[in-house]
């Protein structure tokens, strides 16, 4: 069983084994400042569709036409700035594409659309893009390396690392556009 250490918290259950490994994280939920905002950066600019609006107060986005992978709300944060970064919450939202190529084709957008990255990172079992939403929530968009060419330690364990991202290089998954 996995040691957990804090204080305070709930006792895990003895013996209790881990999670079905079929478990998945099916969606997140945001606060936001402004829908139509927030609207503009998750569809306008990375492409999710719109599949459920409540009014001015919430809305539903996703990809493929699964009901929602993002929910975004101001049922408590309307008009509201950024949380502070000191305090505890969401450090970030990571957005998995299916190939090299699509994540490609997220950072061109990202680029035509004028938003700045906050980071790039080769982290050896994938490659990731960092940055900030409009009401400064990380976000990660990734792809992950296929499971054979992820690095492994002596041990056989996975032996993930942090190198710098070669922008030049994923956009040349692109070719002639």
Known sequence: MAEHSGNGGPNPLPDSGPIDPEARIGHVHLKVADIGRALDFYCGVLGFELTT???DQAAFVSAGGYHHHIGLNTW????????????AGLFHVAILYPTRAALADALDRLRRAGVPLTG??????????????????????????PREQW???DDGGIEMYTRPLDLHDLMSELGAR
């Open 53 to 55: 609006r409540f009014g």
């Open 76 to 87: 408590h944060s309307l008009g509201a700035g950024p949380a502070p970064q000191n305090a």
């Open 120 to 145: 790039a990172s080769d982290h050896g079992v994938s490659e990731a893009l960092y940055l900030d939403d409009p009401d400064g929530n990380g976000v990660e968009l990734y792809w992950d390396r």
């Open 151 to 153: 690095p492994t330690a």
